[in-house]
C-alpha cells in the first residue's frame, strides 16, 4: 500500500503577542483564509487568518500589525506546499508540483495563549483543471513608458498639436530591432509516463532556450496542460511595429505517453502589431501580426 507522503513545517514568527490584555478571552474562533477559490500544480496565493470575538467582530490578519495576526498563532503546514514568503500579516504559499501522489493542501493553526482555538484547513489540488506555463518575447519600444506620458504639446495655428516625444527613426523605420516584437523564446517539451505504487502519470519537462527547466504531471485522461511562447507586441511607429514570433518548439514523446498527448497543447502564435503613432485614414491601427513559430514532435 502506498504510504502517504507528507510534510510538516512550523512557521517561527515572534513570539511576542499582541493581544491586548482583557482581548483573549473574548476570542471564540480563528480560521485560516484563502484568497483563491481552487488550487492548481505550482499555483501561488496569500494565506490569511481571521479571528473571530465574541461580539462577532472579526479581525483579519492583513490589516495591519496591530490587530491578531500569525505572530499570535502557530501555524503548520502539513502537505501540498512550499513557503514563498512571511510576514506577521500575510504568508505566500506554493503549490507543491509532486503533490499528485497526494493532491491536497493542508494547513493548521493554534493560538498560542488559548490552544482550543484552532482550525484545520485541507483543500483539493485540481488536476483536472487548465495548467499553463507561458513565455514570451519582449514587448517592442513604446516612447509613453520613458518619458511623461510620452506626449508633448505644440501650438500650431492657434490650436495644440499633440505629438509624442521620441526619435524619428523609431517613428519612421518599422524596421528598428526596438520597434519589433521580441521573439518568443524556443523551447524543448519531453513527454512521458511515469510509475508510482499506485497508479501512472504523465510527466511533462519543458527546457527552454535559456536554460530555464519547468516540471509539470497530469492525470492521465483529466486536465490538460497548455504550453505558450508568443511573440512580443511590436512598438509604435508611424505604420505600427511587427509584432515578434512565436518561439519554435520541439516535443519528444514517448510511445506510453502518445494516447495522452491530446492533453497537452502548444501555443507558438506571433505577437501582436504595435499600435501606429498617428492612425490611418483608411482604418489601420496597428502593424502586422508577428509569424506563428514551427512544432516538431519526434516519437522516441
Known sequence: MLKKLFFTCIVGLSALSLIKPGQLKKIIDGKITLEVEELLPGQEFNVGITTTLRDSTKLHSQTSNFTINFSDYEFEMLNGVELIQKSRTVMSLRVSENSYLNPFVELKIKLRRKGEIKHFLRIPIRYDLTQRVVYQGEDGFDPRSTTENGYRKIPIAGRVNVEFIDNEQTLTNNSDPAIIGGKGP??????????????????????DEFGGRVTKTLIPEIGQLE??????????????????????????????????????????????????????????????????????????
Open 227 to 300: 504550453i505558450e511562447s508568443i511573440g512580443g507586441k511590436g512598438g509604435i511607429s508611424r505604420s505600427g511595429g511587427k509584432g515578434g514570433d512565436g518561439g519554435d518548439v520541439t516535443v519528444y514523446l514517448s510511445p506510453r505517453a502518445k494516447p495522452y498527448f491530446d492533453q497537452v497543447f502548444i501555443l507558438n502564435y506571433g505577437g501582436e502589431g504595435g499600435e501606429l503613432w498617428r492612425p490611418k485614414v483608411d482604418g489601420q491601427k496597428r502593424g502586422p501580426y508577428g509569424n506563428e513559430g514551427s512544432l516538431k514532435i519526434i516519437e522516441q
Open 186 to 207: 524556443d523551447l524543448e517539451v519531453f513527454v512521458s509516463v511515469i510509475d508510482t505504487m499506485s497508479k501512472a502519470f504523465i510527466r511533462v519537462k519543458i527546457i
